[in-house]
């Protein structure tokens, strides 16, 4: 009996050593699920074949991205050894010890923030922002951008209607209002027997969709979130009539120039409106842009981009993420393996040449980098431009309130621009009052 006893045990260890050994063979990955995601599968497997690491990914779709990664986090699970997370995310990971620091461990291997692009690093790696203090590599740039329909804007049928109605040239639009004038211009009209609208943009209420989109006309008329960086000083930056002006615009842009019943969409269903044949142009992440230029129907010919136009200065809206190792990752060797192996120079130009978008400079100042896709000019100009929403702690409590404040204006018809902006400055006043900060 005793002997029997003593086998079990003995069993019981080596299975416990098998699952301990197994653990550390492998990684998981988690990230939104997009196409970039399943870039990075493909790209994982030389990682593999190199360390003798099985991958394993957990992708999780966007309008549930930010809840259910969050919340594992906050709970202190184990599902995550690396974690590609969203810009705004940073803030909280640092405070809270979600994330592991870099800055050892860049310094051991040689990893240097000097080789990617210096706005990749502020956004998805620093907290505080703009310390060398580092929680993620710069893993996946992104930006929101425009696509339009190229062989529409070369029809001269198109182009002689246009001309007439406006007394300029169609073209891509230069400036926001050109873009309002040209979405306008489509809204209504009928294309080879079907009616077609000028502009799929961001309306969404639940996540983060309308933000993104409006803060895109936002920026561009001149929008700071502070007078002073770091001194949360609202008034006059927040509700400036430069602010007011965009804020009207977008709501132009939205009543005047999207498809029917468009009041609560973002990517997908800006996507399927430009694939489907509704609109002239629409907004969303470059991330997407390679799909779209793959597309059997739209893509190829039919198809151009264009950078967030301007209005009183170029801006565009930050996307991206950066890759970060969670701090009770059981596979911490492992983890960091794949960060030194994800941050080599011919990594990331397989990874551009995959479809994700690469933030190193080994790619971008490439001088042949502008000539590897149709939108990789705009994607460099974009990343020069872009703007970012709160990083802080708080920023979840911040983003409902803009979200809340932009659909209710924009698609609910309540109130005024200034009377938005400036329930949004009181919202985020209380919010800081709360975490100590005001």
């Known amino acids: 009996m005793k002997r029997t006893t003593l086998a079990a045990s003995a069993a ?7 699952q301990a050994n197994a653990q550390a063979n492998e990684l998981t990955l988690c990230w939104a699920a997009w196409d970039p995601a399943n870039a990075l599968v493909e790209l994982s497997k030389d990682f593999e074949a190199q360390s003798g690491i099985k991958m394993k990914f957990e992708f999780v779709p966007w309008p549930n991205f930010a809840d259910r990664i969050l919340n594992e986090l906050n709970s202190g699970g184990q599902l995550c050894d690396l974690l590609i997370g969203d810009s705004q ?4 990971a640092a405070e809270n010890g979600w994330y592991v620091k870099l800055n050892d461990f860049f310094d051991k291997e040689g990893i240097s923030m000097d080789d990617f692009a210096p706005a990749t ?3 998805y790696s620093t907290w505080p922002k703009g310390t060398p203090n580092y929680y993620a590599l710069p893993a996946m740039g992104d930006a929101n951008g425009w696509f339009y329909r190229k062989d529409w804007f070369n029809r001269d049928d198109i182009k002689a209607a246009y001309k007439e109605a406006t007394r300029q040239d169609l073209r ?3 400036s926001q209002k050109e873009l309002l004038q040209i979405a306008q211009f489509f809204q209504g009209r009928e294309i080879d027997g079907k009616t077609v609208y000028g502009a799929s943009i961001f309306t969404e209420r639940g996540s ?3 933000t993104m989109g409006a803060t895109g006309a936002l920026y561009a008329w001149g929008f700071k979130y502070e ?3 770091g001194s949360y000083d609202m008034e006059g930056a927040v509700n400036s009539p430069e602010a007011v002006e965009a804020l009207e615009f977008y709501k132009e842009l939205y009543k005047t120039a999207t498809p029917p019943g ?3 969409a973002y990517m997908e269903q800006s996507l399927d409106a430009f694939k489907s044949g509704q609109v002239a142009m629409a907004m969303n992440w470059f991330a997407f842009f390679p799909g779209l230029y793959a597309d059997p129907n739209v893509g190829g010919d039919k198809i151009d981009f264009f950078v967030n136009p301007p209005q009183n200065v170029a801006a565009s809206t930050l996307g991206g993420q950066g890759i970060s190792v969670v701090a009770n990752t059981d596979n911490m060797d492992g983890a960091l393996a794949y960060i030194k192996w994800f941050a080599d120079p011919e990594v990331q130009k397989k990874w551009w040449a995959a479809g994700g978008y690469s933030c190193h400079k080994a790619v971008l100042e490439d001088p042949n980098f502008v000539n590897t896709a149709p939108f ?3 994607f460099l100009e974009a990343m020069n431009g872009v703007q970012d929403f709160w990083q802080e702690p708080a920023y979840a409590q911040l983003l409902l309130a803009m979200q809340a404040r932009l659909h209710n204006y924009i698609v609910a018809d309540q109130g005024t621009a200034k009377e938005a902006l400036d329930g949004l400055i009181a919202d985020w006043t209380e919010v800081f009052q709360d975490e100590g900060k005001l």
Request: hydrophobic fraction near 45%; avoid cysteine; charge should be negative.
């Open 227 to 229: 007078n002073t960086p």
């Open 121 to 123: 690093v502020y956004a």
């Open 12 to 18: 019981l260890a080596l299975a416990w050593a098998a």
């Open 89 to 92: 995310w940073i803030g909280g």
């Open 376 to 378: 990789a000019g705009d």
């Open 172 to 174: 891509e639009p230069q």
């Open 262 to 264: 468009y009041d609560n």
């Open 208 to 210: 983060e969709g309308i």
